[in-house]
């Protein structure tokens, strides 16, 4: 500090960043494609689905109600099989349950999943046979209620790690995962229920585009730098692709016509979602393999004293 009480100005200039070589600083993540962000999406559209199946037995919309069960067990079969094949040897999944710990968003997020995909998979059992009805529908009530976890929690455990992407991104991920969800299983329904029963879905979608183009755009006007690679490379043009897609589908859900609309409509929806989570994941990606994405934004932060870091 000088004698009037200024701070002193740096007599050096402060250097730019370089890592060893160029090398990244943080380890790629170990999760395989499409392993995992095909999880992403399944999982999503298992979720969604579910909770517009009980709200449709609630209201009873059977028909609309059947279709959700299916697609929830379906989707959450799929899913699950993805993680498997993605940990190597089943046994690993197992080992995941053995405790429950609140505070990693993995271990409550296992928990999740077992109980969901096997009350959906109960579910659709129960429809399929014929048997124990009312368990059935306890069962297809059970696995909405966890609906919007599993439609959400994926995007937590994303945000948890130290990917700068992901990481810095925690306040949106979760509605855009939510949104992104609610497209997948409106795009579902559009393409196997009855077309008495499209209105509900119809509805999901225009408000699943909203929450998902909303989210998006906040990500990338919010993050500045650690945010250029979901508006850039690959990663970018997956992203815009699955918003172009998303609104599509809400535009042809809103067209009057025969089966062959409804049926566009749900495919660009389910296409919007598979781009948007391999988007997501391979944004993630691209940042941890950049050093400048994790080392500048934490050279930007406040620093106890004030000031940068």
């Known amino acids: 500090m000088t004698g009037s009480g200024e701070r002193e100005r740096p007599m050096v200039t402060r250097a730019e960043f370089r ?4 090398r990244p600083i943080l380890k790629r993540p170990a999760w395989k494609v499409p392993d995992v962000p095909g999880y992403l999406f399944l999982g999503g559209t298992a979720g969604a689905s579910a909770s517009m199946a009980a709200v449709a037995e609630l209201t009873a919309r059977r028909e609309l109600a059947g279709t959700g069960r299916w697609v929830a067990a379906a ?3 799929a899913g699950v099989a993805a993680l498997v094949h993605d940990l190597g040897r089943p046994e690993r999944f197992t080992h995941m349950l053995r405790v429950l710990k609140p505070t990693s968003p993995l271990s409550v997020g296992s928990w999740i999943l077992a109980p969901f995909s096997a009350l959906a998979t109960a579910s659709a059992a129960s429809q399929a046979t014929g048997r124990l009805p009312g368990l059935g529908r306890l069962a297809a009530l059970g696995s909405g ?3 919007p976890a599993m439609c959400t929690y ?7 790690t130290a990917v700068p992407a992901w990481h810095e991104a925690y306040p949106e991920l979760p509605y855009l995962f939510a949104g992104s969800s609610l497209t997948g299983a409106a795009g579902a329904a559009l393409l196997c229920a009855p077309a008495a029963d499209h209105g509900p879905p119809t509805r999901m979608g225009l408000l699943g585009t909203g929450m998902e183009i909303a989210a998006t755009r906040r990500i990338e006007r919010r993050l500045g730098l650690v945010g250029e690679p979901y508006v850039t490379g690959r990663p970018g043009r997956l992203l815009t692709l699955g918003k172009a897609l998303a609104g599509a589908g809400a535009v042809l859900s809103l067209l009057p016509g025969r089966r062959a609309v409804p049926a566009l409509a749900g495919g660009a929806y389910l296409a919007a979602g598979l781009c948007t989570r391999f988007g997501i994941f391979a944004a993630g990606i691209a940042s ?6 994790v080392v500048t934004p934490q050279r930007q932060r406040p620093r106890p004293g004030g000031g940068p870091s």
């Open 19 to 22: 890592s060893y070589y160029g």
């Open 75 to 77: 989707a959450s079969t």
């Open 145 to 147: 209620l966890l609906g």
């Open 154 to 160: 994926t995007a937590v455990l994303l945000s948890d």
């Open 288 to 293: 941890a393999q950049d050093p400048v994405y």
